[in-house]
Antibody, heavy 120, light 110 residues
């Protein structure tokens, strides 16, 4: 059974940093692309970043240069390093598994999310 | 990259059919078969209902179907049931090697 469990969300100050983690199990983590998707309060879903099978990374313009996606295949864990945080980064952050071996294609499993609040 | 355009809300009575539209451009919906739909109940994670425009994952009811015409994708739910009441989001890959979601549609079963 595929399981994704996010952690690391908390209250942070504008300009601060956070590191989110997503522990994966139930599939061959190293073989699949993974994403971070966020949901702002009362609003919809927003794609944040991908890391694909080759290790290539992709970012939304809103986070490019501030966020870094990475993974540790020895620990089956996905990370999102968030720097220079803004109030607009507030939301629930989901990690989601890509359905294809080397790219996303679509997101077939999602974690339960971790809440990030950026406020002074 | 602008969000895909969905109606904010739709409603229907049990047993009826409804359709949710999702409009993009030829740089996303019109240009790729990576169009998917997600269902989200309050406080829960999204769940994929349709992928590759028309495909239904195993375990998803046959009452859910997807289609596309030009730059607009659609999700149709037939035989509405109370449990279908949820938010629905469309998603597409884009020319810019990014992903874009729709703003979401709240489905109310009357």
């Amino acid at each position: 059974e595929v399981q994704l469990s996010e952690s690391g969300g908390t209250l942070a100050q504008p300009g601060g940093s956070l590191r989110l983690s997503c522990a994966a199990s139930g599939f061959t983590f190293s073989g699949y692309a993974m994403s971070w998707v966020r949901q702002t309060p009362g609003k919809g879903l927003e794609w944040v970043s991908d890391i694909v099978g080759s290790g290539d990374t992709y970012y939304a313009d809103s986070v490019k240069g501030r966020f870094t996606i990475s993974r540790d295949t020895s620990r089956d864990t996905l990370f999102l390093q968030m720097n220079s945080l803004r109030v607009a980064d507030t939301g629930i952050y989901y990690c989601a598994k890509g359905a294809c071996l080397s790219s996303i294609c679509y997101h077939d499993f999602w974690g339960q999310g971790t809440l990030v609040t950026v406020s002074s | 990259q602008s969000a895909l355009t969905q109606p904010a809300s739709v409603s229907g009575s049990p047993g009826q059919s409804i359709t949710i539209s999702c409009t993009g451009t030829n740089s996303d919906i019109g240009g790729y078969n990576y169009v998917s739909w997600y269902q989200q109940h309050p406080g829960k994670a999204p769940k994929v209902m349709i992928y590759y425009v028309t495909n239904r994952p195993s375990g998803v009811s046959h009452r859910f179907s997807g289609s596309r015409s030009g730059n607009t994708a659609s999700l149709t739910i037939s035989g509405l049931q109370a449990e279908d009441e949820a938010d629905y989001y469309c998603s597409s890959y884009t020319t810019f090697a990014t992903w874009v979601f729709g703003g979401g549609t709240k489905l109310t079963v009357l």
